[in-house]
């Protein structure tokens, strides 16, 4: 992502709260801690059971992911977490998150999700249900 949405951009949003553990020396939120609040985004979004996306004997996995780091981010607080979808491909779909504090934009990220059949350990087509879910949450360019 190289222009930063502003969260009312994002169909899905979440949050998390800042641990003073999440800290490092430097007194910021550590590095690594940015991959959990994403997390937490990504999981809420997917894994709703009322949403019923994943097919049966399937999970997601993710095959790739790319986090930029914007600014820096402080305890305490909380983070609130940007999420949409920004393509969508037979059993694949790339989100497009970010991450803000106080309304600043701190790190931008996308994930590349694969719906992965259990069994055979290789991807699995969505369902028409799950497609249309993720076509209603692509990311809006208006907001």
């Known amino acids: 992502m190289t222009d930063v949405p502003a969260l009312s951009a994002f169909p899905f949003k ?6 003073y553990a999440d800290t490092d020396r430097q007194g910021h939120i550590n590095n ?6 994403l997390e937490t985004g990504r999981v809420e979004f997917l894994y709703d ?10 999970s997601f996995v ?3 992911l790319q986090l930029s780091f914007v600014s820096e981010a402080h305890w ?3 983070i609130d977490i940007g999420t ?18 106080n309304e600043r934009c701190v790190a931008t990220a996308e994930t590349v999700i694969v719906q992965m059949d259990e069994t055979t350990r290789r ?11 993720f076509e209603n949450a692509m990311l809006n360019s208006d907001a």
């Not at 059971?49 to 399937?58: C, H, Q, R, V, Y």
């Not at 949409?84 to 504090?101: D, E, M």
């Open 84 to 101: 949409a979808v920004k393509k969508i491909g037979n059993s694949s779909v790339t989100l497009s998150q970010a991450l803000f504090q």
């Open 123 to 133: 991807s699995k087509p969505f369902s028409d249900h799950a497609r249309a879910f």
């Open 32 to 37: 690594a801690n940015f991959s959990t609040f």
């Open 76 to 78: 305490p607080g909380q």
């Open 14 to 19: 979440s949050y998390d709260k800042v641990r």
């Open 62 to 64: 993710i095959a790739g």
């Open 49 to 58: 059971g009322e949403k019923g996306l994943a097919l049966e004997n399937a």
